[in-house]
């Protein structure tokens, strides 16, 4: 089982950024994919998940309306678009891969991927 996430790197508050994960060796279609971040110093936060078919998304409430999670099973990658970002969006995000939205809330992920780290700073 691998998680491949990619796309991190520094940018300036205000900006835009999409990180990616790349899935292999597990049915990708049958999983709650989500996006999990650690900052420096503080606990795992979830930030967004989407349903098995994309129809679904939930957000944390610090990143609603500016971060979009997306899908594409054809591709076996999930995507985040963070837009407006801001300095306190500054963590290692964490791709990962649940049964239900209800265990991925609680932590109880299947999978995890290693992590990009995403910098917002001037």
């Known amino acids: 089982v691998q998680l491949q996430a990619s796309g991190g790197g520094l940018v300036q508050p205000g900006g835009s950024l999409r990180v990616s994960c790349a899935a292999s060796?597990?049915?990708?279609?049958?999983?709650?994919m989500s996006w999990v971040r650690q900052a420096p110093g503080k606990e795992r936060e979830f930030v967004a998940g989407?349903?098995?078919?994309?129809?679904?998304?939930y957000y944390a409430d610090s990143v609603k309306g500016r971060f979009t999670i997306s899908r594409d099973n054809a591709k076996q990658t999930v995507y985040l678009e963070m837009n407006s970002l801001k300095p306190e969006d500054t963590a290692v995000y964490y791709c990962?891969?649940?049964?239900?939205?209800?265990?991925?809330?609680?932590?109880?992920?299947?999978?995890w991927g290693k992590g990009t780290l995403v910098t917002v700073s001037s």
């Open positions: 990962a891969a649940a049964p239900t939205l209800g265990a991925a809330l609680k932590g109880g992920m299947d999978y």
């Open positions: 060796g597990f049915t990708f279609s049958d999983s709650y």
């Open positions: 989407i349903s098995w078919g994309g129809g679904s998304t």
